[in-house]
Nanobody, 127 residues
Framework: VQLQAFGGGLAQAGGSLRVCCTA?????????VGWFRQAPGKEREFVAA????????RYGDSVQGRFIISRDNDKNTVYLQMNSLKPEDTAVYYC?????????????????????WGQGTLVTVSS
């Protein structure tokens, strides 16, 4: 099972980027999916999560109101639209698949509840 995150790159502060997540050998459409990020020298942190049917999304405090997670199950793809980017959004962004269609309780922001991870895509925001 391989998840692949792509679409990262360089953006200016205040700009937008969209990163995408697909899977080989696994149907993402049946599972909840989360996005996490890791900046140099920092712990991996939760960014956003979405249930299998697109209903019920959660966001980390630092991205609430700026980022939007969505999915297209027909394309087996999960998206993270990043708006109003800030230099502190610079990080490697990872998508990860939960083991169930829905998150329960605080599972959505737990790294341990996500069993399959992509290789990450680098997002760099310049000031």
């Amino acid at each position: 099972v391989q998840l692949q995150a792509f679409g990262g790159g360089l953006a200016q502060a205040g700009g937008s980027l969209r990163v995408c997540c697909t899977a080989c050998g696994r149907t993402l459409s049946s599972y909840a999916v989360g996005w996490f990020r890791q900046a140099p020298g920092k712990e991996r942190e939760f960014v956003a999560a979405i249930n299998w049917n697109g209903v019920g999304t959660r966001y980390g405090d630092s991205v609430q109101g700026r980022f939007i997670i969505s999915r297209d199950n027909d394309k087996n793809t999960v998206y993270l639209q990043m708006n109003s980017l800030k230099p502190e959004d610079t990080a490697v962004y990872y998508c990860a698949s939960h083991r169930a269609p829905y998150y329960y309780g605080s599972q959505y922001d737990s790294k341990e509840s996500h069993h399959y991870w992509g290789q990450g895509t680098l997002v760099t925001v310049s000031s």
